[in-house]
């Protein structure tokens, strides 16, 4: 079963889809599940591999790990029998210093503590075309924990850089579910193309390096053609924080610094707003 279980792990990850892990880390008297004991839960709540009790368990668990893929957060959950709950002066959902006690039906009247892990998948980067600040922008990020796609039409074998997905166009794909940042690097070789395409896939932020008066252009021009002003307002242009950036290297900089000053933002945000512990 181990082997199974690290395969569809495996499995899970090469296809970049969320999933939960939650492990049995303590038990108390009798319980069906022991210490070690792993579920594989994925995010609708199916139990795709793995075990860690019957339904009287199941429940509070599948709940915690829908929730933690939900915001990113781990959870520990500690099933306990009714009457254990009340001795302590504790109530079902209640949560204390990180631990969020659930109710055990389960007639052996056991405890158990479960921790639950989520494993989502990192944030995509796709940089389109194949100018020097593109080319940059693959090299810097490379430990940043990102998924990097390169669209580069025509790049000569020669310079392409060491990338995740290299492709010879801007047919990209945004899986859903998946956070990903689309920065626009093509200086005149594909710009309008490659601006359909990234408007099209739904990203999280979409970044286009050129200056204010170019995008503009080339917004008016898709405006006429039928697609959205508040879809072409989603463009962040130029590109970037403001670091006064003149090489290359130096605007990629700034526009993975930007990236990342907007993705713990928004984390953040979701603390203050009680979405995450």
Do not use: Y
């Not at 990097?148 to 794909?173: I, N, Q």
């Not at 710009?191 to 099209?200: C, M, P, Q, S």
């Amino acid at each position: 079963m181990q082997t199974s279980f690290e395969d569809k792990v495996q499995a899970l990850r090469t296809n970049g889809q969320p999933f939960a892990i939650a492990t049995v880390v303590r038990t108390v008297d009798a319980t069906s599940a022991k210490p070690g004991a792993k579920a594989l839960i994925l995010p609708d709540g199916t139990i795709a591999e793995g075990w860690v009790g019957g339904g009287c368990a199941r429940g509070a668990i599948t709940r915690a790990a829908i929730a933690a893929l939900g915001d990113g957060q781990p959870r520990f959950v500690s099933l306990r029998p009714e009457e254990l709950l009340d001795v302590e002066g504790r109530t079902h959902g209640e949560e204390r210093n990180g631990v969020r006690f659930a109710r055990s039906r389960c007639p052996s009247k056991g405890s158990m503590d479960v921790f639950v892990e989520p494993v989502t998948p990192p944030p995509d980067l796709v940089v389109c075309g194949e100018s020097p600040v593109a080319l940059a922008l693959c090299a810097l990020s490379s430990r940043l924990g990102m998924r990097r796609t390169l669209c580069a039409p025509g790049l000569p074998a020669g310079k392409t850089p060491a990338v995740d997905r290299l492709l010879d166009d801007f047919a990209f794909d945004t899986q859903a579910g998946t956070e990903c940042h689309i920065v626009i690097a093509t200086q005149g070789k594909g710009d309008e193309a490659a601006l359909r395409a990234a408007i099209a896939a739904g990203a999280a932020t979409i970044a286009f390096v050129g200056s204010r008066r170019k995008f503009a252009a080339l917004g008016e021009r898709l405006l006429a053609e039928g697609i959205a002003r508040a879809d072409i307002d989603r463009v962040k242009s130029p590109a970037g924080l403001d670091i006064s950036a003149i090489t290359p290297d130096e605007i990629a900089l700034s526009i993975l610094a930007e990236i990342i000053a907007q993705r713990r933002g928004r984390q953040r945000l979701d603390q203050a707003a009680g979405l995450s512990p």
